[in-house]
Nanobody, 115 residues
Framework: VQLQASGGGSVQSGGSLRLSCAAS????????MGWYRQAPGKQRELVAV???????TYVDSVKGRFTISRDNIKNMVYLQMNIVKPEDTAVYYC??????????WGQGTEVTVSS
């Protein structure tokens, strides 16, 4: 599975960004898709994940601000980021997990939120 993320950039606090990730390869095996992020000097953390069936999990810090969605026909996953804060600044990584629990990672896309 190959994952190609896009949509990162610089935005002011309170603004919005939309990240996209396209999956290709052995996509029939994909179950979960989502996003992790890693801020400078911090460990990578889960931001949001959505299962093939549509179950969603968010990290508490983004609940009510970020929305994850998925298009199983186009093999895409999206992260709509609203009311962004400086603490959302990080490199965001697209993630997928196969039905046999094998994880895949895309290249990171950088998000910078200025105050």
């Amino acid at each position: 599975v190959q994952l190609q993320a896009s949509g990162g950039g610089s935005v002011q606090s309170g603004g919005s960004l939309r990240l996209s990730c396209a999956a290709s390869g052995i996509i029939f095996s994909i179950n979960d898709m989502g996003w992790y992020r890693q801020a400078p000097g911090k460990q990578r953390e889960l931001v949001a994940v959505i299962t093939r069936g549509g179950s969603i999990t968010y990290v508490d810090s983004v609940k009510g601000r970020f929305t994850i969605s998925r298009d199983n026909i186009k093999n895409m996953v999206y992260l709509q980021m609203n009311i962004v804060k400086p603490e959302d600044t990080a490199v965001y990584y697209c993630y997928s997990k196969s039905s046999s629990d094998v994880p895949f990672w895309g290249q990171g896309t950088e998000v910078t939120v200025s105050s």
